[in-house]
């Protein structure tokens, strides 16, 4: 195990941003980008790997606009699902992960790229530092739930009552400024990189059923996506105070 004794929060996602390419990411593959602060190290590690020619014949999809860029800046080769419907290995981060690896995303406002993305991927790699595992999902990070613009209001008092979230919902709050920030920055609704509106729901103690909060949301007319990522992890890397681990 690597010693991470002293090591800056930024400098532990980039351990395992750097260990989850070196790992996992091979040449001939597609590859799904994430999106995020430590997906971010990723995709660095993808980029100096295709610039030395250690990495060849790769191609990669991105998970947001953001992304999309970093990768070009770094002459990454993209393509989207549109070209590849089948991906090798996805890399992304994760806001909250328990002890089964369900996972909550979401909080860069990307969720619903990455989920599609993670979804067809063969693998789908979690890359986390310490501080984002916890016993259960919810009082730790908001979960972010991608909602049309039409009638805003109504879907999300339609979120807030359903059966696997209201018991345990503290408030549902609509995301202001900035879709890549769950903290309000700016007077205008945030929009996301597919136009649709973000609704915060902060909990005030752990959900007790996440598989059926996911499905209930799913099913919610008006709920394009939503931030619970249940039993997609194929493998969580953390890095914490002891080192870095699978």
Not at 34 to 62: H, M, N, W, Y
Not at 95 to 124: C, Q, T, Y
Not at 149 to 155: A, L
Request: aromatic letters at 4%; proline letters at 5%.
């Amino acid at each position: 195990m690597t010693s991470t004794a002293g090591l800056s929060q930024d400098e532990l996602k980039k351990m395992v941003g750097y260990k989850s390419v070196d790992d996992h990411v091979r040449s001939g593959m597609v590859v799904g980008l994430g999106t995020g602060s430590t997906a971010a190290f990723a995709v660095e590690r993808v980029g100096q790997k295709v610039a030395s020619g250690e990495l060849t014949d790769i191609i990669c999809i991105p998970t947001s606009e953001r992304t999309k860029e970093q990768a070009e800046s770094l002459g990454i080769p993209l393509c989207t699902l549109n070209e590849k419907s089948h991906i090798d290995v996805s890399i992304d981060g994760a806001d909250e992960v328990d002890p089964d690896w369900n996972l909550v995303k979401g909080g860069g406002g990307a969720l619903l790229r990455e989920k599609m993305v993670e979804i067809v991927s063969d693998k789908f790699i979690c890359i986390v530092d310490e501080s984002k595992l916890c016993p259960g999902l919810g009082p730790g990070f908001p979960l972010p739930v991608e909602i049309t613009p039409f009638c805003h209001e109504h879907t999300m008092r339609v979120v807030a009552g359903l059966p696997a979230i209201a018991p345990y919902l503290k408030e549902a709050v609509l995301r202001m400024g900035s879709s890549s920030s769950n903290k309000p920055d700016g007077d205008n609704i945030a929009v996301t990189d597919n136009g649709n509106y973000i609704v915060d729901l902060h909990f005030k103690e752990m959900i007790k059923d996440a598989p059926a909060a996911a499905a209930q949301l799913k099913n919610t007319v008006g709920v394009v996506d939503h931030g619970l990522f249940i039993g997609m992890a194929t493998e969580v890397i953390v890095a914490g105070s002891e080192g870095v681990y699978v």
